[in-house]
């Protein structure tokens, strides 16, 4: 089970004729996230044949256009395609006063049930967990309520010995079971011990999200020593002075922050219009974190 992330958007307030605002897809043991959902998000997904009918929460940071502009022709193209299983909207409160507005003056009904969960913005919190993975948030600084988002891995699964069970002609259907630890029964009752079949438990990977916020090391100890951290880098640090008056980041500060929390690898994005060659924005980045990359829309990173 991948953990992956995709990138749908990585330009700032002003979309481009190449770039498009926020959005990313995420999965993660076998579930499949939407982060952020700026304007065009369901035409990325299309175009890098992403099924938004696999999707079951979507998280949203703030309530700014650039992040939520598509959500609601996101939603409501799943409602026409008679959508059947729940879908899960994660975000500031704020953001389902829009939503409904929105829907009760287009007289939407909705085929699915659709949940609605309002954040803290205020103070870090555990927002999702299963078996598999967690979802926390904690604040960001930015210039309305906005959250960062922290997936993490769980150790419980063990890795498949596909060998093994390949050579016992175990069907498939047991193979969550078998990762959860438990033994393999024969159809004829003969038992095969689960550590003949699996590998020991991979370390759980994490990946932090830290869209909109001024440059601010309260963010730190949320992230710290997360695998991967994509990280706003609106500016170049010359443009200091516009990023704090619009309470933003620059490159280099990304890279600041990703070098104090220890980081494995920094993904930058949320890049300004007026920045044609992002290539200057990596270099500058790398002055402070080597190991960091380009949000590239449509690029997978495989967290590892």
Do not use: W
Request: charged share 20%; net charge negative; glycine share 4%.
């Amino acid at each position: 089970m991948a953990f992956e992330v995709t990138i749908l958007g990585n330009s700032s307030a002003s979309p481009t004729p190449n770039r498009h605002p926020s959005g990313q897809y995420v999965s993660i043991c076998d579930h499949y996230l939407l982060i952020d959902c700026g304007e065009g998000t369901q035409m990325q997904l299309q175009k890098y044949k992403i099924k938004k009918s696999k999707i079951s929460q979507i998280y949203i940071t703030h309530v700014h256009g650039d992040h939520i502009l598509g959500l609601p022709g996101l939603i409501l193209s799943m409602n026409l395609m008679k959508h059947d299983k729940p879908l899960h909207v994660y975000g500031p409160k704020e953001l389902f006063d829009i939503l409904d507005v929105f829907f009760k003056h287009s007289n939407t009904e909705f085929c699915f049930p659709l949940h609605y969960h309002a954040l803290d913005t205020e103070k870090p919190a555990i927002i999702f967990e299963n078996l598999y993975y967690s979802v926390k948030t904690f604040p960001l600084f930015h210039r309305i309520p906005t959250v960062g988002f922290l997936f993490e891995e769980h150790s419980i699964l063990k890795k498949l010995n596909a060998v093994a069970c390949q050579k016992l002609k175990i069907p498939f259907t047991h193979f969550n079971d078998i990762k959860m630890g438990k033994d393999y029964i024969s159809p004829e009752g003969k038992v095969t011990l689960n550590e003949l079949l699996t590998f020991p438990s991979t370390r759980p990977l994490s990946y932090a999200y830290c869209s909109d916020t001024i440059y601010d090391e309260r963010v730190i100890q949320a992230i710290h020593e997360a695998d991967y951290l994509y990280h706003e880098a609106t500016f170049m640090h010359d443009k200091l002075d516009r990023a704090i008056q619009t309470m933003h980041t620059t490159s280099k500060q990304a890279g600041m922050v990703a070098k104090k929390a220890n980081v494995n690898k920094l993904i930058i994005g949320h890049f300004s219009s007026r920045y044609e060659d992002l290539s200057q924005l990596l270099t500058e980045a790398q002055t402070e974190f080597e190991n960091t990359e380009l949000a590239e829309e449509g690029r997978t990173f495989i967290i590892e």
